[in-house]
């Protein structure tokens, strides 16, 4: 069994500031890439950021420059700094882990940034 939670989700005026964790636990051999992912109601999951086993990360034109994914490869967890939060930013953020072709997805946390 694998478990993936995320926390650090809140509410926050435009221009704030909050720090998602995600941690995963369980029978994990290895962790290839760890991602977070929004999704706004009415709209689709999109991938908000990407961190590869080498460290390599991808973002979202729309959260580059004001996002950043970082993990720690030794407590199998990821983090995602995010600054000038906006309103179009207000989703429930899901933490996608892929390790050797399996994928788990936590249950996710709300993010809401209104003023």
């Known amino acids: 069994q694998v478990q993936v939670v995320e926390s650090g989700g809140g509410s926050v005026q435009p221009g704030g500031s909050l720090r998602l964790s995600c941690a995963a636990s369980?029978?994990?051999?290895?962790?290839?890439?760890m991602s977070w992912h929004r999704q706004a109601p009415g709209k689709q999951r999109e991938l908000v950021a990407t961190v590869t086993i080498l460290n390599s990360t991808h973002y979202a034109d729309s959260v580059k420059g004001r996002f950043t994914i970082s993990r720690d490869s030794a407590k199998n967890t990821a983090y995602l700094q995010m600054n000038n939060l906006k309103p179009e930013d207000t989703a429930v953020y899901y933490c996608?882990?892929?390790?050797?072709?399996?994928?788990?997805w936590g249950q996710g946390t709300q993010v809401t940034v209104s003023s």
């Open positions: 996608y882990v892929g390790s050797y072709g399996t994928t788990y």
């Open positions: 369980g029978s994990i051999v290895r962790i290839n890439a």
